[in-house]
């Protein structure tokens, strides 16, 4: 056997599994199948990746190599998840995100559908580490539908990322983005809207108007 799923998981039709797969593991204080863990057809779960028990997963989700995802998350349909990305537990992620490789999403984050999330992005959740009450207002950052976070972005706890925004690569998130706003930059402000943007290569007119004419 070159993967081993846990009893009490549900995995949908035209499933292709790699080498090495976890699927349905008990987490800390739960025994084997006690969660239930759904995953729907058309799965593509590459070598390495680990998914928890209590996990349910939408059609046509697509995981990297080494991908690991923790117990207790909603995944909604066409979901893509890189490779040696991190999902940790109570996550929301709607239809057609797509997380690119060595991403972290930390418990009680919310990505809503369409959203993109670029390579070694890191979402954060907790206000003050170590603070004796942190447990208590932990939180992930709201990325709203259509949003875009560049490459090596950091997003502070509780902060919300507006419909259709843009961050640039490298920016360091700490208040909330406006709906269609490009923001970049330690910290990130907001440096013109999303219909500003141009092709410098003048392959289209506009690199997001299929989103933004929705």
Known sequence: MTHRVYPN???GKGAQIGEFVLIGVPPAGAAEGELPTI????????????IYAGNTIGNRFATGHGTLVRESNQ?????????????EH??????????HSQAFVPEYSTLEDGCWIGPKVALTNVLHPLCPKAKQCTKGPTIRR?????ANSTVLPDTVIGEDALVGAGSVVVEDVPPRAVVVGNPARVVKGIDALTCPYELIARPYEMVEDR
């Open 9 to 11: 998981v549900a995995i």
């Open 146 to 150: 259509n949003a875009k976070i560049g």
């Open 75 to 87: 995944i909604g349909d066409n979901v893509s998840i890189g490779s040696n990305s991190v999902i």
């Open 39 to 50: 995953i729907g057809d058309g799965a593509i779960i590459r070598s390495h990746t680990v």
């Open 90 to 99: 109570h996550v929301t992620i709607g239809n057609g995100v797509r997380i």
